[in-house]
């Protein structure tokens, strides 16, 4: 269940009266629905006991009278509502359906967890392209197509692109962009990591826990496998995350460990500026360490895109306490979530402001062996992309080596980190 996720968002985007109002709420509709249920049940098992043969005829005539309605198409006395609905009978026929796909589900990946072609591969062999790199998978929250194509959206992000385009350039990073497809929609943000990192298409909850309770190799367990240091980096966490053993990270950096002592950006605990400033000190700037391979979301383009932190000097951002004079002066989420267009214009300028400061820690952290991919998990939600739109997500390949990217050639991504072709490059 994701109860405690769905508390965390709450109490995190509307404050803990709007956490404790939400439960207060769900307990009292739940304390009614069964009540109103047990006392109907016992009234109606009360009125059937006191004349057993009565019952039996009535309940076989209100059978009979329904079945002719659904075959007759009998109205009732509002238009087009018929007295007795196929929807019903299509509803349980759709739950059957549901509960068949399911198990049908449940089989096929099990099929599919099982069949792996790096399984069996000795470990000298793994990741011989990538040898002596140290490579990020960075994911960007929310990050969509429509961020860089929408006509309200890419007037804001296009320049962002551009600009980090020429300062990676400049300090000889080079880079490739295209398309994926994403297996959630406007959340779900571990749907579309477990599915990057395992290399299986993991699009709901069931199959996600199928994967975590499997022995599936996954591209962390890869890179330790052949040799790296594999560190998660997860600002969004509050508490223990034991997936991360079953990925095969040797240690887990978040919220809690992280020594930030600034205030909370609404649902994000931390801005992304400081996770990647304090994952150089803590992490990428060691001295004598192993080759990295670090998964990092990045959370401040995170639903409800209020308040956004702003870009700073590296040299100031320091324990995050410089972020509580920020915080107050960004508006809050009940002031842009009063208009849909306030809410787009608040999401453009989260995704701009996690895209600069991403290029700007390659362009200064970054050293001649940084391999950086970094992605989008989904798409936003409706009220920015509107109905109908794609589960398309931008990633890009940055490095100094040319051998890397030479590598990807034939994948026919577009050079450098702006907007990719309209075709789709795969799932």
Same mark, same amino acid.
């Given at each position: 269940?994701?109860?405690?996720?769905?508390?965390?968002?709450?109490?995190?985007?509307?404050?803990?009266?709007?956490?404790?109002?939400?439960?207060?709420?769900?307990?009292?509709?739940?304390?009614? %629905?069964? +009540?109103?249920?047990?006392?109907?049940?016992?009234?109606?098992?009360?009125?059937?006991?006191?004349?057993?043969?009565?019952?039996? *005829?009535?309940? =076989? =005539?209100?059978?009979?009278?329904?079945?002719?309605?659904?075959?007759?198409?009998?109205?009732?006395?509002?238009? @087009?509502?018929?007295?007795?609905?196929?929807?019903?009978?299509?509803?349980?026929?759709?739950?059957?359906?549901?509960?068949?796909?399911?198990?049908?589900?449940?089989?096929?990946?099990?099929?599919? #967890?099982?069949?792996?072609?790096?399984?069996?591969?000795?470990?000298?062999?793994?990741?011989?392209?990538?040898?002596?790199?140290?490579?990020?998978?960075?994911?960007?929250?929310?990050?969509?197509? @429509?961020?860089?194509?929408?006509?309200?959206?890419?007037?804001?992000?296009?320049? #962002?692109?551009?600009?980090?385009?020429?300062?990676? /350039?400049?300090?000889?990073?080079?880079?490739?962009?295209?398309?994926? !497809?994403?297996?959630?929609?406007?959340?779900?943000?571990?749907?579309? &990591?477990?599915?990057?990192?395992? +290399?299986?298409?993991?699009? @709901?909850?069931?199959?996600?826990?199928?994967?975590?309770?499997?022995?599936?190799?996954?591209?962390?367990?890869?890179?330790?496998?052949?040799?790296?240091?594999? %560190?998660? #980096?997860?600002? =969004?966490?509050?508490?223990?995350?034991?997936?991360?053993?079953?990925?095969?990270?040797?240690?887990?950096?978040?919220?809690?460990?992280?020594?930030?002592?600034?205030?909370?950006?609404?649902?994000?605990?931390?801005?992304?500026?400081?996770?990647?400033? /304090?994952?150089?000190?803590?992490?990428?700037?060691?001295?004598?360490? /192993?080759?990295?391979? #670090?998964?990092?979301?990045?959370?401040?383009? &995170?639903?409800?895109?209020?308040?956004?932190?702003? *870009?700073?000097?590296?040299?100031?951002?320091?324990?995050?306490?410089?972020?509580?004079?920020?915080?107050?002066?960004?508006?809050?989420?009940?002031?842009?979530?009063?208009?849909?267009?306030?809410?787009?214009?608040?999401?453009?300028?989260?995704?701009?402001?996690?895209?600069? !400061?991403?290029?700007?820690?390659?362009?200064?952290?970054?050293?001649?062996?940084? %391999?950086?991919?970094?992605?989008?998990? &989904?798409?936003?939600?409706?009220?920015?992309?509107?109905?109908?739109?794609?589960?398309? %997500?931008?990633?890009?390949?940055?490095?100094?080596?040319?051998?890397?990217?030479?590598?990807?050639?034939?994948?026919?991504?577009?050079?450098?980190?702006?907007?990719?072709?309209?075709?789709?490059?795969?799932?």
């Amino acid at each position: 269940m994701l109860f405690d996720d769905a508390y965390d968002f709450v109490h995190e985007s509307y404050g803990p009266a709007g956490a404790y109002g939400a439960i207060a709420a769900i307990v009292l509709l739940v304390a009614v %629905v069964l +009540g109103v249920t047990a006392w109907a049940t016992l009234r109606v098992t009360a009125l059937l006991g006191q004349d057993r043969r009565r019952s039996a *005829f009535t309940a =076989g =005539g209100i059978a009979t009278a329904w079945a002719l309605s659904l075959a007759l198409g009998i109205p009732t006395l509002m238009p @087009n509502v018929p007295l007795a609905a196929r929807t019903t009978v299509s509803y349980a026929w759709d739950r059957a359906g549901q509960a068949r796909a399911g198990l049908k589900n449940e089989a096929a990946f099990a099929r599919e #967890v099982k069949v792996d072609a790096f399984q069996n591969v000795p470990p000298d062999q793994l990741l011989t392209g990538l040898t002596g790199k140290d490579v990020m998978l960075t994911f960007v929250e929310s990050y969509g197509r @429509n961020a860089v194509e929408a006509a309200n959206l890419a007037p804001g992000v296009d320049p #962002v692109l551009q600009a980090g385009n020429a300062k990676l /350039k400049a300090a000889g990073f080079s880079a490739r962009s295209g398309w994926l !497809t994403s297996p959630t929609f406007g959340g779900g943000s571990w749907l579309a &990591h477990s599915t990057t990192m395992s +290399g299986l298409w993991i699009n @709901n909850q069931g199959r996600y826990r199928n994967l975590t309770a499997s022995s599936r190799l996954t591209l962390p367990s890869l890179f330790r496998s052949a040799g790296w240091d594999t %560190v998660s #980096v997860m600002p =969004g966490a509050t508490r223990a995350w034991p997936e991360g053993n079953f990925y095969g990270f040797n240690r887990i950096w978040d919220s809690r460990n992280l020594g930030y002592a600034g205030p909370k950006f609404s649902w994000a605990p931390m801005p992304d500026q400081y996770t990647l400033k /304090k994952f150089s000190d803590v992490e990428y700037a060691k001295a004598g360490r /192993k080759p990295l391979f #670090v998964e990092m979301p990045l959370v401040s383009s &995170h639903t409800p895109w209020a308040p956004i932190p702003e *870009f700073l000097d590296w040299d100031q951002v320091g324990d995050g306490s410089i972020y509580n004079g920020i915080v107050a002066n960004q508006p809050t989420k009940a002031e842009i979530w009063t208009a849909a267009s306030k809410v787009r214009q608040e999401y453009g300028k989260s995704i701009q402001y996690t895209l600069t !400061t991403l290029v700007d820690w390659i362009t200064t952290y970054g050293n001649d062996n940084l %391999v950086m991919v970094f992605l989008g998990d &989904h798409q936003p939600s409706p009220v920015v992309t509107g109905d109908n739109a794609s589960h398309d %997500v931008p990633i890009t390949i940055v490095a100094k080596d040319p051998k890397v990217l030479d590598r990807i050639a034939g994948w026919n991504w577009t050079d450098g980190i702006k907007r990719p072709p309209t075709r789709r490059s795969g799932r």
